[in-house]
């Protein structure tokens, strides 16, 4: 028992939850590990990935043939993505990549584009990948969350990808049989070959969840909100379960919590304030939107436009994004065109964007059948070293200005102060946030206009201003 006492006292103080006197003896100590374990020791990994041997990887555990694929009848082939995907960068993921665009022009499982969207929306897929830089030898390292053993679980892949056949012995050409893109980017292939060695097999990717998967990115438990037959939104939780035959699934459980529309909007908007993740599923067919696909959340807010409802309330909008058009959006499309002119006035975004689409909340409610949410990873685990170009300077360069960042203040923010305060749209501030990689995010939000009575939902810790 003392042992475990003593181990637990050195991961608190490791990760800044000691006490506040030990925290400060031990900051200088303690940051120095963290920023030679982000920046120095991913810089060393890159160099020395760069100058291992070029004998190609391949996974025996996850091998390149029909066992991977379970009882799909596809005549594929496996090739090498890391060689014919045209993915121009040397990072996997960066800043640059436009991810909705990316996810707007793929096929494949609905439910994980989805998810990579919705996660991409928040600049958090980096998360993912052990190393963001493209590996000569095919060996690539990700980390999904097992539901089932509560604990991250290290996925080493290859990069072969089943691939359609006839195109590639016709034109040589690379069109993988599952997810594929405009560009084929690499990222998203990995991604996808991750799920399906975690699942099982590439058979198991037909029968997949997006509020799943977001939780499996994100190591946080997701929260779903589902509209019942009497308007209001009942709370829901996943849990994963594995049957007798060493298969995943999925069940879905009430917590007793009900919300009103009216508090719904409130918990909602706190939610994007607090850059969370958010999507919404089950469309109504009337609304020309799939009912099957999921939409990311980017804000919800009320519009101060000039157009007042009754009782001098502004209207109430939601800011979506539709990577699916289906061309039969028309009367959506030009509900959305007014209220976008609307918000335009108070509302930065871009305007150009067609996939961004707004909606009332009226028609929102009326459209959607279910809501999920999730927090992106934060605090220490969340810093990653971020190498820009493909010159053999270039990850020495980004180890130095990583440090330099991290010892300027960005390292005593996550690993001590991991909590963000948020500003209103009034200017003041409504809440903080926290959420550690791999742990369940606790939130204090303080809101003169929220219903105290729902201080039970979802986590949610209610103060009076």
Same mark, same amino acid.
């Given at each position: 028992?003392?042992?475990?006492?003593?181990?637990?006292?050195?991961?608190?103080?490791?990760?800044?939850?000691?006490?506040? %006197?030990?925290?400060?003896?031990?900051?200088?100590?303690?940051?120095?590990?963290?920023?030679?374990?982000?920046?120095?020791?991913?810089?060393? /990994?890159?160099?020395?990935?760069?100058?291992?041997?070029?004998?190609?990887?391949?996974?025996?555990?996850?091998?390149?043939?029909?066992?991977?694929?379970?009882?799909?009848?596809?005549?594929?082939?496996?090739?090498?993505?890391?060689?014919?995907?045209?993915?121009?960068?040397?990072?996997?993921? &960066?800043?640059?990549?436009?991810?909705?665009?990316?996810? *707007?022009?793929?096929?494949?499982?609905?439910?994980?584009?989805?998810?990579?969207?919705?996660?991409?929306?928040?600049?958090?897929?980096?998360?993912?990948?052990?190393?963001?830089?493209?590996?000569?030898?095919?060996?690539?390292?990700?980390?999904?969350?097992?539901?089932?053993?509560?604990?991250?679980?290290?996925?080493?892949?290859?990069?072969?990808?089943?691939?359609?056949?006839?195109?590639?012995?016709?034109?040589?050409?690379?069109?993988?049989?599952?997810?594929?893109?405009?560009?084929?980017?690499?990222?998203?292939?990995?991604?996808?070959?991750?799920?399906?060695?975690?699942?099982?097999?590439?058979? /198991?990717?037909?029968?997949?969840?997006?509020?799943?998967?977001?939780?499996?990115?994100?190591?946080?438990?997701?929260?779903?909100?589902?509209?019942?037959?009497?308007?209001?939104?009942?709370?829901?939780?996943?849990? &994963?379960?594995?049957?007798?035959?060493?298969?995943?699934?999925?069940?879905?459980? &009430?917590?007793?919590?009900?919300?009103?529309?009216?508090?719904?909007?409130?918990?909602?908007?706190?939610?994007?304030?607090?850059?969370?993740?958010?999507?919404?599923?089950?469309?109504?067919?009337?609304?020309?939107?799939?009912?099957?696909?999921?939409?990311?959340?980017?804000?919800?807010?009320?519009?101060?436009?000039?157009?007042?409802?009754?009782?001098?309330?502004? *209207?109430?909008?939601?800011?979506? /994004?539709?990577?699916?058009?289906?061309?039969?959006?028309?009367? %959506?499309?030009?509900?959305?065109? *007014?209220?976008?002119?609307?918000?335009?006035?108070?509302?930065?975004?871009?305007?150009?964007?067609?996939?961004?689409?707004?909606?009332?909340?009226?028609?929102?409610?009326?459209?959607?059948?279910?809501?999920?949410?999730? &927090?992106?990873?934060?605090?220490?685990?969340?810093?990653?070293? *971020?190498?820009?170009?493909?010159?053999?300077?270039?990850?020495?360069?980004?180890?130095?200005?990583?440090?330099?960042?991290?010892?300027?203040?960005?390292?005593?923010?996550?690993?001590?102060?991991?909590?963000?305060?948020?500003?209103?749209?009034?200017?003041?501030?409504?809440?903080?946030?926290?959420?550690?990689?791999?742990?369940?995010?606790?939130?204090?939000?303080?809101?003169?206009?929220?219903?105290?009575?729902?201080?039970?939902?979802?986590?949610?810790?209610?103060?009076?201003?």
């Amino acid at each position: 028992m003392p042992a475990k006492t003593e181990q637990s006292c050195w991961a608190e103080l490791l990760y800044g939850k000691a006490c506040c %006197l030990w925290n400060c003896i031990f900051a200088p100590c303690v940051l120095s590990f963290w920023s030679c374990a982000i920046y120095c020791c991913g810089c060393l /990994r890159i160099y020395a990935t760069r100058n291992a041997q070029s004998t190609l990887f391949k996974d025996a555990d996850f091998p390149a043939n029909a066992v991977s694929l379970g009882d799909l009848q596809e005549d594929v082939i496996w090739l090498r993505a890391t060689k014919y995907a045209r993915t121009k960068s040397l990072q996997l993921v &960066d800043e640059t990549i436009n991810i909705h665009r990316l996810c *707007q022009g793929a096929s494949g499982e609905t439910w994980l584009l989805s998810a990579i969207a919705c996660i991409g929306e928040r600049r958090a897929l980096h998360h993912l990948f052990e190393s963001v830089e493209r590996s000569s030898r095919g060996k690539y390292i990700l980390k999904l969350f097992d539901g089932v053993q509560q604990q991250w679980q290290r996925i080493i892949i290859d990069d072969r990808i089943p691939c359609d056949r006839a195109a590639y012995e016709n034109d040589k050409s690379f069109h993988p049989s599952f997810l594929t893109n405009k560009e084929n980017d690499l990222f998203l292939l990995l991604i996808e070959k991750a799920f399906a060695k975690f699942m099982g097999g590439y058979q /198991r990717l037909k029968e997949g969840s997006t509020a799943w998967a977001l939780s499996a990115m994100t190591g946080d438990p997701t929260r779903i909100f589902v509209r019942s037959e009497n308007g209001m939104w009942t709370r829901k939780e996943l849990e &994963d379960e594995v049957d007798a035959d060493g298969q995943r699934s999925l069940s879905l459980f &009430d917590t007793g919590v009900e919300l009103a529309p009216e508090v719904l909007f409130e918990v909602l908007r706190k939610y994007c304030l607090l850059e969370s993740v958010l999507c919404a599923a089950g469309a109504n067919p009337a609304s020309g939107l799939h009912p099957k696909h999921a939409y990311s959340i980017l804000d919800v807010r009320k519009v101060q436009g000039g157009i007042k409802l009754g009782g001098g309330e502004w *209207q109430r909008a939601v800011q979506m /994004r539709n990577i699916w058009p289906s061309g039969k959006e028309k009367s %959506l499309s030009r509900k959305s065109s *007014q209220l976008r002119s609307i918000a335009r006035e108070t509302v930065e975004f871009d305007d150009h964007d067609d996939s961004i689409l707004w909606m009332s909340w009226e028609d929102f409610l009326s459209t959607w059948r279910t809501i999920s949410v999730v &927090d992106p990873p934060s605090g220490i685990g969340s810093l990653r070293l *971020q190498v820009s170009g493909g010159s053999p300077l270039a990850p020495a360069a980004a180890c130095l200005v990583g440090c330099c960042s991290f010892w300027c203040g960005l390292g005593c923010h996550h690993l001590y102060c991991p909590y963000r305060v948020v500003a209103g749209e009034n200017g003041k501030d409504v809440g903080t946030a926290c959420c550690c990689f791999g742990a369940r995010s606790t939130y204090a939000v303080r809101s003169s206009e929220l219903d105290p009575g729902a201080s039970t939902m979802l986590g949610l810790q209610l103060e009076k201003e």
